[in-house]
C-alpha cells in the first residue's frame, strides 16, 4: 500500500449494490472494460480506461476485508458489514446513500403476541451478523447465543435451528413470505466509500481526489 506508483485498485461488490454503485463509479469518471458488463464474464479483476486504475469485484462481505488488508486501497461496503468487522485499518469517509435498508431483529407471527423482548435474558439468534447481534443485546443484558449463517436466515425458525433471526430487509417481503415478523431495528444500513487508513497517509492527495470525486458523484446524483 505504501508504493506510489503502483496501479488503484477499488473493490466493489457483487450483487445488488452493485447496480446501484456502478452510475456513481461512472460519474466520477472511470470506466471498466466491456467484461465488466458481460454476465456472462467470470472474471473478477478488471482494467478500466486508465491503466492506473483496476476494478476487482468480490463478495460484499468481502470488500471490507480485501480494503482493510491491502488488497484494495477503495471500496464500497455496507454499514452491516463495517459494524460487523470494525477494522480499524478501514475508514469510511462517505455515505454514498445507496443500498438502503435496515438490520432488524424477526421472530414468527404466532410468537409477537405473547413475546415481549423486555423480559429476555437470553435467546438463540440465527445470523450471519454475530458480532453486531451480541454487542446488540449486550447493551440491554441479553445474553445472544448466535447460530452463524450465511443466508436463507428466514429458514432457521421453521426448521427449529432458533425462534428469531437478525438479518438485512428491504421491504421485509421474504420474512412475510415466511411467516416472520420484525420486532426490533438495530440499525439503517446504507453503502459507504471506504478507503485503506496507510493509502490515505501514503497517497493523500490521490485518495482525497478520488473521496472528493465520489463525494461530488453522490451530490450530484442526490439533486
Known amino acids: 500500500m505504501s508504493k506510489l506508483n503502483e496501479p488503484l485498485v477499488i473493490a ?5 449494490i452493485l447496480d446501484e454503485a456502478m452510475p456513481l463509479v461512472r460519474r466520477t469518471g472511470i470506466e471498466p472494460e466491456a467484461a ?16 492506473n486504475i483496476f476494478i476487482v469485484r468480490v463478495r460484499s462481505f468481502d470488500v471490507a476485508t480485501f480494503v482493510a488488508f491491502g488488497g484494495a486501497h477503495i471500496g464500497i461496503a455496507g454499514y452491516d458489514v463495517l459494524m460487523e468487522f470494525d477494522f480499524q485499518e478501514v475508514y469510511a469517509p462517505l455515505d454514498l446513500g445507496i443500498g438502503k435498508c435496515r438490520l432488524s431483529v424477526a421472530e414468527p407471527a404466532e410468537l409477537v403476541a405473547r413475546d415481549d423482548p423486555r423480559h429476555w435474558s437470553h435467546i438463540r439468534v440465527a445470523t450471519k451478523y454475530p458480532h453486531v447481534t451480541r454487542n446488540h443485546f449486550a447493551a440491554r443484558g441479553v445474553q445472544a ?7 436463507a ?10 425462534r428469531r433471526i437478525v438479518d438485512l430487509v ?11 415478523v420484525e420486532i426490533e431495528h438495530i440499525a439503517h444500513i446504507t453503502s459507504r466509500l471506504i478507503v485503506n487508513r496507510t493509502a490515505l497517509k501514503t497517497r493523500p492527495a490521490e485518495i482525497g481526489g478520488w473521496i472528493e470525486r465520489f463525494r461530488g458523484a453522490t451530490l450530484a446524483a442526490a439533486a
Open 12 to 16: 466493489l461488490p457483487k450483487g445488488r
Open 36 to 51: 465488466f458488463d458481460d454476465p456472462s464474464s467470470r472474471q473478477l479483476k478488471f482494467a478500466t480506461h486508465d491503466p
Open 145 to 151: 447465543e448466535c447460530i452463524k449463517l450465511n443466508g
Open 153 to 162: 436466515m428466514e429458514l432457521a425458525p421453521s426448521l427449529g435451528l432458533c
Open 170 to 180: 428491504s421491504t421485509g417481503s421474504t420474512l412475510r413470505a415466511n411467516g416472520l
